[in-house]
């Protein structure tokens, strides 16, 4: 049974930061592509940033400069180090990979992580 499990959510100022932890466990063979998805009340499910097994970076354009994705493939794990905050960056937050197991590849998600940035 493969498991994510974010951390690291929580209630921040604007202008603050945030680091964001996906945990990775189970019977599992490789990742492959790591993301970071986010939606906000009423609005649709956003792919915020990706990190390839080769630890090729993307960011949706309204995080650029502020938000860090990396990986530690070790620990079968993921981070988002969010700097910068804004209001408007407030959602729950989820992680998503895709896993090979010893039978197939699947793409899994973790049950998200509330971030609130808010005075």
């Known amino acids: 049974q493969v498991q994510l499990v974010e951390s690291g959510g929580g209630l921040v100022q604007p202008g603050g930061s945030l680091r964001l932890s996906c945990a990775a466990s189970?019977?599992?063979?490789?990742?492959?592509?790591m993301r970071w998805f986010r939606q906000a009340p009423g609005k649709e499910r956003e792919q915020v940033a990706t990190?390839?097994?080769?630890?090729?970076?993307t960011y949706v354009d309204s995080v650029k400069g502020r938000f860090t994705i990396s990986r530690d493939n070790a620990k079968k794990m993921m981070h988002l180090q969010m700097n910068s905050l804004k209001p408007e960056d407030t959602a729950v937050y989820y992680c998503n990979a895709d896993i090979f197991t010893a039978t197939m590849l699947k793409t899994y998600w973790g049950q998200g992580t509330q971030v609130t940035v808010s005075s």
């Open positions: 189970g019977s599992i063979s490789s990742i492959n592509n």
């Open positions: 990190i390839t097994s080769g630890s090729k970076i």
